[in-house]
Nanobody, 116 residues
């Protein structure tokens, strides 16, 4: 079992920055990949950024060049650095982890609101 807790969401003006954190606990050694998803009102949840064990990353097209995902293994924490935020980035952001058995774990989400 893996437990995930997100933090760092909030209200930010367009063009601003935020850093989201996802603290993992439990069976950390079983995690093979982690990612950030988001769900805007009335829309389906979508993958924003992912990072696999070797450090490879991938991003949804609209966030490329603006968002950076990273992982600090010593702190069992994944981050999402978000720059040049846009109103359309407004959503609940969820942390996800996948283990050896392809089981997915989710955090409860953190709300990011981009508005002037």
């Amino acid at each position: 079992q893996v437990q995930l807790v997100e933090s760092g969401g909030g209200l930010v003006q367009p063009g601003g920055s935020l850093r989201l954190s996802c603290a993992a606990s439990g069976s950390i050694v079983s995690i093979v990949a982690m990612g950030w998803y988001r769900q805007a009102p009335g829309k389906q949840r979508e993958l924003v950024a992912a990072i696999v064990g070797g450090g490879s990353t991938n991003y949804e097209d609209s966030v490329k060049g603006r968002f950076t995902v990273s992982r600090d293994h010593a702190k069992n924490t994944m981050y999402l650095h978000m720059n040049r935020l846009r109103p359309e980035d407004t959503a609940v952001y969820y942390c996800n982890a996948e283990d050896y058995y392809n089981v997915h774990y989710w955090g409860n989400g953190t709300l990011v609101t981009v508005s002037s």
